[in-house]
């Protein structure tokens, strides 16, 4: 260390470093404001180029869960070194084959009975239409329907060229309709289609090297960034992540709860479709406390085509059911196994559906968790 007209070498530079840091901020932040709208265009770009890499890291997440769990009973039992170095691809694939399988097996209880439905209903559409329209013929006078299509026959000569003319161009348009938005179907279907693909495979190759890109990631870190940023990084993300695992399981938990209350209620009411409506209720519940009415009206739908009576019993026993399973059973599902108390579990669905809808109802509830398990363990550290 050295003076330098009475002052330390180190402390000037210090302030020096100090000093530049809080101009680039300055300067950064005006920047952004001041070019708002080209920034958020940027952004905006970035964002959508990146999505594929997104959709990959959530895919990679979910995927992870299941794959942990065959790691853990292939390890305890693979004492082979050939054997180990296979593990991780075929818990890899056995976990990708078990969330395809699961959603197969929903998609063949639902889709059938669901064509089947609207086929007795485009049956039975012909014969309500016909009582329909016998109904207004035997209820309302003649007069009154005719009364303004007399007008359409007097005023003089019809002028044959301006509306085969009108005709020309309605058909033009509707044409012109139809193929943009056939094209922007298509266009849609195909981009989703890349994005998933992209994603997919950016996924295996997290999957398939979690470690490595770990241990890269925590090399970095500990190069580039201080000692404390980085442990309270690690700290704070590892309590991010088992409020997410936590919240990914029991709410799959607490899905498989409500299918089967809901199947085993139908099943005793005696309404049709129990095992299938059953299932549907347990998927769309997947949302939190909400997702559950969403298949309430797919199954409402498809008992109103055997039974408008059943239907209204269907409605007022998944009300009820919903009702109990809202209050007691999610949150002490779902609330205990990530740590938060139900009163939040149901503020945080309820802040989060209002601020982003159903991708806030599902992101809520883990960053509710994430944040009271941070916050209770900040009070709980001895000052």
Known sequence: MYTICGYEVESMELKWKTCLRAGV?????????????????????????????????????????????????????????????????????????????????????????????????????????????????????????????????????????????????????????VMGAATSIISTVFSTVVTLTVGLVFAIYLLLGKEKLSGQFRRLSARYLPKKVTEKFYYVAGVVNQSFHSFIVGQCTEAVILGLLCMGGMLLLRLPYAAMIGCLVGFTALIPVAGAYIGAVVGAFMIFTVSPVKAVIFIAFLVALQQLEGNLVYPRVVGSSIGLPGVWVLAAVTVGGGVMGVGGMLLGVPLAAAAYQLLKNDMNTPS
């Open 25 to 177: 901020t300055v300067v950064v932040l005006f920047l952004v404001i001041h070019y708002w709208t080209a920034f958020t265009a940027l952004a905006g770009i970035a964002f959508g180029a990146a999505r594929p890499l997104f959709w990959g890291c959530v895919i990679a997440y979910v995927v992870n869960i299941p794959m942990n769990f065959f790691e853990r009973l292939m390890e305890s039992r693979a004492k082979n070194e050939a054997v180990r170095k296979l593990a991780r691809p075929v818990c890899m694939v056995l976990a990708f084959l078990c969330i395809l399988l699961i959603a197969v097996l929903i998609v063949q209880m639902i889709v059938p009975e669901l064509i089947g439905c609207l086929q007795i209903l485009l049956k039975e559409l012909p014969g309500v239409l016909d009582s329909i329209s016998r109904w207004i013929e035997e209820n309302l006078q003649d007069s009154m329907l005719l009364a303004g299509q007399t007008s359409l026959f007097q005023g003089g000569e019809t002028d044959w060229q301006e509306m085969l003319t009108k005709v020309v161009n309605i058909l033009i348009n509707g044409i012109g309709g």
